[in-house]
């Protein structure tokens, strides 16, 4: 189905965005040490993902104006009937907190009920991912593919552990063993 914008274009703006708030959040973290707060179990905000998710926003509102916001830290929330940008300011907090890596800025843009493109900005890294729709994946500018590597036996793998829902920790485990 085509798109009734330019996807290539409005994902290179997306990743001027997530460079920019990037770099905010890199200087600030070095300047100022974040204030911490409790959402739930092992679940932390700071306010720097608060004011990097008010800065996304306010950016994306201007390059697409009809879309609606899914923003984690809840500074905009709206759905609209055909475009919503998707938001994590800063996917890693318990990392950025403690002024590790990763922590990244991850931002997607959904039409109807496909994701179309999307954008991950891992800031300690300088690490650009980006992708749309038909128009493949990149990190900082260079076009990645998937492995060609058949096996698992011959793969590299990673992973991650649920850190506040221990209730699916058994079927993580499994899936490992």
């Given at each position: 189905?085509?798109?009734?914008?330019?996807?290539?274009?409005?994902?290179?703006?997306?990743?001027?965005?997530?460079?920019?708030?990037?770099?905010f959040l890199r200087?600030?973290?070095?300047?100022?040490?974040?204030?911490?707060?409790?959402?739930?179990?092992?679940?932390?905000?700071?306010?720097?993902?608060?004011?990097?998710?008010?800065?996304?926003?306010?950016?994306?509102?201007?390059?697409?104006?009809?879309?609606?916001?899914?923003?984690?830290?809840?500074?905009?929330?709206?759905?609209?009937?055909?475009?919503?940008?998707?938001?994590?300011?800063?996917?890693?907090?318990?990392?950025?907190?403690?002024?590790?890596?990763?922590?990244?800025?991850?931002?997607?843009?959904?039409?109807?009920?496909?994701?179309?493109?999307?954008?991950?900005?891992?800031?300690?890294?300088?690490?650009?991912?980006?992708?749309?729709?038909?128009?493949?994946?990149?990190?900082?500018?260079?076009?990645?593919?998937?492995?060609?590597?058949?096996?698992?036996?011959?793969?590299?793998?990673?992973?991650?552990?649920?850190?506040?829902?221990?209730?699916?920790?058994?079927?993580?485990?499994?899936?490992?063993?």
């Open positions: 189905m085509p798109s009734p914008i330019d996807l290539k274009h409005t994902t290179l703006k997306v990743v001027d965005i997530a460079r920019t708030t990037g770099n200087n600030e973290r070095v300047c100022h040490k974040p204030d911490v707060y409790l959402k739930g179990k092992n679940d932390f905000v700071t306010n720097m993902d608060r004011k990097s998710e008010e800065m996304i926003v306010e950016q994306l509102e201007q390059l697409l104006p009809e879309a609606g916001f899914i923003a984690e830290e809840g500074t905009r929330s709206n759905i609209m009937p055909v475009f919503n940008w998707i938001i994590d300011p800063i996917d890693g907090t318990t990392n950025f907190i403690h002024g590790l890596s990763p922590f990244a800025i991850s931002i997607a843009l959904k039409m109807d009920d496909a994701i179309v493109l999307g954008v991950v900005y891992e800031i300690g890294l300088d690490e650009m991912f980006h992708g749309w729709r038909d128009g493949g994946a990149y990190l900082n500018g260079n076009r990645i593919e998937v492995s060609s590597t058949s096996l698992v036996a011959n793969s590299l793998i990673a992973t991650g552990f649920p850190y506040n829902n221990f209730g699916r920790l058994d079927g993580y485990l499994k899936s490992m063993r």
